[in-house]
């Protein structure tokens, strides 16, 4: 499950709770007027069922995504915070059907209790928050617009955010490729040492082999020209 989609089952979840509180309401008001809530009833159980399922689905796809490190780990609290609030709600409705709470007069707040758009129209609803000097005076259509907003922001902040993170990978790569490059040089430059280490050597070798050939040749001419030198003088007449 996307990240999109998560929040429009999330928004879809709160409509189907604020509907159950309408009809909640609806259903109690034809009690007071003696009539027949049988079938709404039956309507009720059914969205109640239905309201259960779509939060377990919300906590399992977040769970998903939050150990896959798909999300941030502030945005996976957040949405915890949410769905935490929808657990509270769905036992609220659920002792509101069963007329274990006493519901309450109807209030626009509705929109305010779910943090993100829950759209759908204005009506009772049995958990209902106090609403804030904010959206005092504001439509319904004005709140989910402004909750809208809200909600672009954080996700605008986080395509930021992202953004940053792609750059940093894409500069850690560039990096890493010029390393790669500096150490072929300096491999290549080792290489070239080596290459010239072994010519000097080799060239050292020779320097001195050719010495102790001149130092062999200068002897020979030394014992023949003693040898001529004695040769000389033994036959010179005295």
């Given amino acids: ?14 409509r189907l709770a604020q509907e159950i509180a309408e009809n909640i309401h609806e259903r109690n008001r034809q009690q007071r007027t003696g009539g027949n809530p049988a079938k709404i009833n ?6 109640l069922q239905k309201l259960k399922q ?5 906590k399992e796809s977040l769970l998903r995504a939050s150990s896959s490190r798909r999300i941030m780990q502030a945005e996976a609290d ?13 036992k609220q409705l659920n002792a509101s059907f069963r007329g274990d709470v006493t519901e309450p007069e109807p209030s626009r707040s509705t929109l305010m209790a779910g943090g993100a758009a829950a759209g759908g129209g204005g009506g009772g609803n049995p ?6 000097e904010e959206t005092k005076g504001l439509s319904f259509g004005e709140i989910k617009q402004q909750q ?52 000097i050597r080799n060239e050292t070798r020779r320097v001195k082999l050719v010495e102790t050939k001149s130092a062999s040749c200068w002897m020979l001419v030394v014992i023949v020209l003693l040898l001529i ?3 000389v ?3 010179w007449p005295v």
């Avoid at 990240?3 to 709160?14: I, S």
């Avoid at 779509?54 to 919300?58: D, M, R, S, V």
């Fill in 127 to 132: 958990w209902l928050i106090n609403e804030s």
């Fill in 229 to 231: 030198a004695i040769i």
């Fill in 54 to 58: 779509n939060i377990a689905q919300l």
């Fill in 148 to 199: 809208q907003r809200i909600i672009e922001a954080q996700d605008a902040g986080l395509d930021a955010l992202a953004a940053v993170i792609s750059r940093q990978k894409i500069m850690g790569q560039d990096i890493g490729n010029e390393l790669d490059e500096q150490n072929e040089i300096i491999d290549d430059l080792a290489h070239l040492v080596d290459k010239t280490d072994n010519r």
């Fill in 42 to 47: 039956m309507t009720l159980r059914a969205s």
């Fill in 233 to 235: 003088i033994g036959v």
């Fill in 78 to 90: 957040r949405r915890q915070n949410l769905i935490d609030d929808l657990l509270t709600k769905e």
């Fill in 1 to 14: 499950m996307s990240l999109d989609l998560w929040l429009q089952n999330y928004d879809a979840t709160c």
